[in-house]
């Protein structure tokens, strides 16, 4: 059908922004199009119910997003490795770039898609990171494994957004209010050592991934 390869092409938006950005233009010129009927339709009082093709667009980009992130999710279950996940992480952070450089133009000004792709991949970092955490004292148990179902309920749940700047924010200090006693039984477990390393890696990694690439679109806009 035609709605199913005009959604197809938009959500590999990334690659033909690199490699086809002719067709992501003609593409997204469908959308326009669709766009202005609409608002014609609806100024003139037509019975004609709205395609909506640009909300539609930018649901496809949050469902592309959230497919990127699937393999850094399964690379919690089973036995976890280490450098397997943090390299898929990289890779992941690494597509950011070509979001700006080459897909972003493609699109109309007020998609702001670089802004919308970078909203939902920090809401999967975010859920990425409370996945780990989620599974630290069944780790420590086993030693490797996270437990069934620490991956997010599902994949394209518009809730819980993040900046960036507010996820790796250190944790506040301690509040003014005494806190209450917890008793052993509802201590926290501790995150072991490994997987707080892990953690703590990943987010190194994005810390130095963001410096670089900013420091990059700098020095292109001096140039």
Not at 106 to 127: G, T
Not at 133 to 158: I, K, N, Y
């Amino acid at each position: 059908r035609f709605e199913e390869a005009l959604w197809t092409h938009i959500r590999d938006f990334v690659r033909l922004g690199e490699e086809n950005p002719a067709l992501l233009v003609r593409v997204l010129q469908v959308v326009h199009s669709q766009e202005e009927l609409d608002a014609y339709n609806a100024r003139t009082g037509r019975d004609v119910p709205p395609k909506e093709y640009k909300q539609q667009s930018l649901k496809q980009i949050q469902f592309s997003v959230a497919d990127r992130f699937k393999g850094l999710f399964q690379g919690l279950d089973g036995e976890l490795n280490i450098p397997a996940v943090l390299e898929q992480a990289d890779m992941i952070a690494g597509e950011l770039t070509a979001v700006y450089d080459y897909a972003s133009p493609c699109f109309p000004e007020h998609y702001q898609l670089f802004d919308a792709v970078v909203a939902h991949h920090n809401k999967h970092v975010h859920k990425f990171l409370g996945a780990l955490e989620a599974g630290a004292e069944s780790a420590a148990d086993s030693g490797t494994s996270l437990p069934p179902g620490a991956s997010p309920s599902t994949p394209h749940d518009d809730q819980g957004v993040m900046s960036l700047d507010a996820l790796l924010a250190p944790p506040p200090g301690p509040s003014s209010t005494p806190a209450t006693p917890m008793s052993p039984m509802s201590q926290p477990p501790e995150t072991p050592a490994g997987l707080r390393e892990m953690m703590e890696t990943y987010v190194d990694r994005m810390v130095e991934t963001t410096e670089a690439w900013t420091l990059n679109i700098v020095k292109a806009d001096r140039e």
